[in-house]
């Protein structure tokens, strides 16, 4: 991994709403990542555009999240279960990561962040880490997140790669890829529900945490391209919109920006949060991809 100081001619070191961020390119793609919770704000192909969304009320100061993209949650999911002082979604989508360099591999280029635990993180979430995100842009995006025990005790962890996907229309999309699955639905408050074998479509606010692993589609006929969603090592997949009501309650969300957008996340959430004994590691991967229709 080349040294920060410096750049590959694929990698720029940039500033963007007053934030540092890193261009990336090769085979003709191009991605937006911020040091500011190591967020991807775009990625777009030479075939397909941009594949992500994120919205045009978003807020880029320190100590906010961005509001799409891919924010990176951890060390908890939704909201911390025993205190209610604590942001959603942890801490690290607000944490400035450390950029330790880049470097070409094949037809892409890699990029590797990293978050430490100190005690502005300890005051949070009472164990040490080091966290390391790797970027990989190419003809698709890679996302990989690891995260190390470096304390004396196990610990547990949840972790979602929260990817903003940009379609058409919501109500005229498909998601296939999750027929069978059980589902936790949050808006209705049911746990075991079961996924039907017909494509997902949606026709009102859907937040869903889903018991797969498995690879999702998102077929957007108007755009004439399918929007895939791969993933290693994550027991869950969350798929969520606003709809109109929550599109509304949310500050940083435009009122009319919720049909242009839909979550397709790569997490290990509730029961299916990973246990880290001393000295291990795991990794959480998602693989971002588009193909014509």
């Known amino acids: 991994m080349q040294s920060a100081s410096g750049h590959t001619r694929h990698t720029e070191q940039i500033e963007a709403h007053g934030l540092p961020a890193l261009r990336l390119r090769a085979s003709g793609s191009e991605a937006l990542v911020y040091l ?7 990625f777009s192909t030479a075939e397909h555009g941009e594949l992500l969304w994120t919205s045009a009320h978003s807020s880029f100061v320190a100590g906010k999240a961005i509001r799409g993209g891919v924010p990176l949650c951890f060390p908890w999911f939704g909201a911390h279960g ?23 591999r094949g037809d892409s280029v890699v990029a590797q962040l990293t978050l430490v635990s100190s005690p502005a993180t300890r005051g949070a979430f009472a164990h040490d880490f080091v966290a390391r995100f790797q970027i990989s842009v190419g ?9 190390e025990n470096t304390g004396g005790e196990a610990f547990a962890y949840e972790v979602a790669l929260h990817t903003y996907l940009g379609v058409s229309d919501v109500r ?12 936790d639905d949050k808006v209705t408050g049911q746990s075991g529900q079961l996924q039907s074998e017909v494509p997902l479509r949606f026709v009102s ?5 889903y018991t797969s692993t498995a690879r999702v589609t998102v077929t957007d006929a108007a755009r004439r391209r399918r929007l895939i969603v791969d993933k290693t090592a994550s027991a869950t997949t969350v798929v969520w919109n606003p709809w109109v009501d929550k599109a509304k309650r949310m500050a940083d969300f435009g009122d009319d920006e919720w049909p242009q957008m839909v979550c397709v996340e790569a997490a290990n959430a509730g029961s299916h949060r990973i246990q880290l004994p ?5 990794g959480t991967t998602t693989i971002i991809s588009a193909e014509t229709t």
């Open 172 to 183: 005229q999309i498909e998601l296939e890829g999750l027929s069978g699955a059980s589902y």
């Open 36 to 42: 500011h919770g190591a967020h991807v704000t775009s």
């Open 278 to 282: 001393t000295a291990a590691r795991h």
């Open 82 to 104: 025993a205190r209610q002082d604590l942001p959603a979604h942890g801490f690290a989508r607000t944490t400035s990561f450390a950029f330790d360099g880049s470097e070409e």
């Open 205 to 209: 606010e859907t937040d869903r945490v």
């Open 139 to 147: 003809r698709e995006l890679k996302l990989s997140f690891e995260v």
